[in-house]
């Protein structure tokens, strides 16, 4: 996977929430996305999304809602695992 900078990441993040939503908003990066209407569904759909979307797999032990809260800790988790790949 080529170089991808934090900021790329966070927009395709951001992409990918409102792909699931349904819908476009303004979302603080550090806004719960249980606020924003996630459910269990909704973060599943997005694990696969973006592990599609990065070519990444997420580790068992990382798939807990807290390692998937907010974009920031998305974005946190996602910039270590494709810079170490």
Not at 56 to 70: G, K, N, P, Q, S
Request: aromatic fraction near 10%; include cysteine.
């Amino acid at each position: 996977m080529e170089q991808v900078s934090n900021s790329m990441i966070e927009a395709k993040i951001i992409q990918i929430i409102h792909n699931i939503l349904g819908y476009h908003l303004d979302i603080p990066l550090d806004e719960r996305l249980e606020n924003l209407g996630f459910n269990s569904i909704k973060y599943i759909s997005l694990i696969v999304s973006l592990e599609e979307e990065f070519e990444i797999i997420f580790r068992d032990e990382d798939l807990l809602y807290e390692c998937f809260a907010t974009v920031e800790q998305i974005e946190w988790r996602i910039s270590g695992m494709v810079s170490s790949a």
